[in-house]
Nanobody, 121 residues
Framework: QLQASGGGLVQAGSSLRLSCAAS????????MGWFLQAPGKERQFVAA????????EYADSVKGRFTISRDNAKNTVHLQMNSLKPEDTAVYYC????????????????WGQGTQVTVSS
């Protein structure tokens, strides 16, 4: 029901725009988040946006570089990633939460399949 796309292999300093398309359900009333998981590590919070689009939160490591946005009319969420660093390399997952703390992984009920982002130095 959530399809993430837009990942790829880029050089440090480049930009990528991830997209998450929802289908089979309207996610306009859901808080949406992006999480990353590097090999051998736990899935961790990157960015989130509440269902109104009025509140966003970011991990400290991406503040000022990443921007989350949503288009409820198109049932999509985007993550604009600028000034990418090698340490941003991971699989990125989008997720939807009906309620709860938007920066907390346990709030999220639905998860996409992930898209690989690889940043070379």
């Amino acid at each position: 029901q959530l399809q993430a796309s837009g990942g790829g292999l880029v050089q440090a300093g480049s930009s990528l725009r991830l997209s998450c398309a929802a289908s089979g359900r309207t996610f306009s009333r859901y808080n949406m988040g992006w999480f990353l998981q590097a090999p051998g590590k736990e899935r961790q919070f990157v960015a989130a946006i509440d269902w109104t689009g009025g509140t966003t939160e970011y991990a400290d490591s991406v503040k000022g570089r990443f921007t989350i946005s949503r288009d409820n009319a198109k049932n999509t969420v985007h993550l604009q990633m600028n000034s990418l660093k090698p340490e941003d390399t991971a699989v990125y997952y989008c997720a939807a939460a009906s309620w709860g703390i938007i920066s907390s992984r346990i709030s999220y009920d639905y998860w996409g399949q992930g898209t690989q982002v690889t940043v070379s130095s």
